[in-house]
């Protein structure tokens, strides 16, 4: 079967830095996406790793340990419109390569 | 950037009536289309796989019968609910995928369903 597993919900305040993380494990895979979604809102993509390794963008970087079926997200100079839900997900190589999501985690930053 | 136009984005039907919901890849050609339902709090679960000019795949639990998809053109793919009930009340959403994988997917801007 497919599971991806990530925390449900994480608080941290503004300016500080957070780290989501993310295990998943998968029958195939074809690479890790993170997303943020706002309430109500679709997911809009944040990063795409299918090496092992960091990819840094701006205040967001995000971490894959192909090896661990672990990644992570990480996020710099909390602001407080970052208060939102992340969605770990993982493409397969199957299915028309099909991408599923983890339940995502609730980040909430406080002043 | 690759654009993917969802509509309606609110609808509210009567039980036993039929939805459709339309998603257009508005910039690039979409063979396939992802759809997702999102209930409140939880992540989106895929319903189904849709590809241009064949049937649609469905993931397991899913009633074909009930939720009809077509993707008659590489732009355009429409997910039916057919018999709406209160609990198909829900967040339905589609995604493609970009020429460049990397971009990951584009999602549409979601329908919020609701069946009284």
């Known amino acids: 079967g497919q599971n991806i597993d990530q925390p449900t919900e994480m608080t941290a305040t503004e300016g500080a830095i957070v780290q989501i993380n993310c295990t998943y494990q998968?029958?195939?895979?074809?690479?890790l996406f993170w997303y943020q979604q706002h309430a109500g809102e679709a997911p809009t993509f944040l990063s795409y790793?299918?090496?092992?390794g960091l990819e840094e963008k701006g205040r967001f970087s995000s971490f894959l340990s192909r090896s661990k079926g672990y990644s992570y997200l990480l996020l710099k100079e909390l602001q407080m419109k970052d208060s939102a839900s992340y969605l770990c997900?993982?493409?397969?190589?199957?299915?028309?390569?099909?991408?599923?999501f983890g339940a995502g985690t609730r980040l909430f930053v406080k002043a | 950037g690759a654009v993917v136009s969802q509509h309606p984005s609110r609808v509210i039907c009567k039980s036993g009536t039929s939805v459709k919901i339309e998603c257009r890849s508005l910039d690039f050609q979409a063979t396939t289309m992802f759809w997702y339902r999102q209930f409140p709090k939880q992540s989106l679960m895929l319903m189904a796989t849709s590809n241009e000019g064949s049937k649609a795949t469905y993931e397991q639990g899913v009633e074909k019968d009930k939720f009809l998809i077509n993707h008659a053109s590489l732009t355009l793919s429409t997910l039916t609910v057919t018999s709406a009930h209160p609990e198909d009340s829900s967040f339905y959403i589609c995604?493609?995928?970009?020429?460049?994988?990397?971009?990951?997917?584009?999602f549409g801007s979601g329908t919020r369903l609701t069946v009284v």
């Open positions: 998968t029958s195939g895979f074809n690479g």
């Open positions: 790793n299918v090496l092992d």
């Open positions: 997900a993982v493409s397969l190589n199957t299915g028309g390569f099909k991408t599923i």
């Open positions: 995604s493609a995928r970009a020429r460049d994988r990397g971009s990951g997917y584009t």
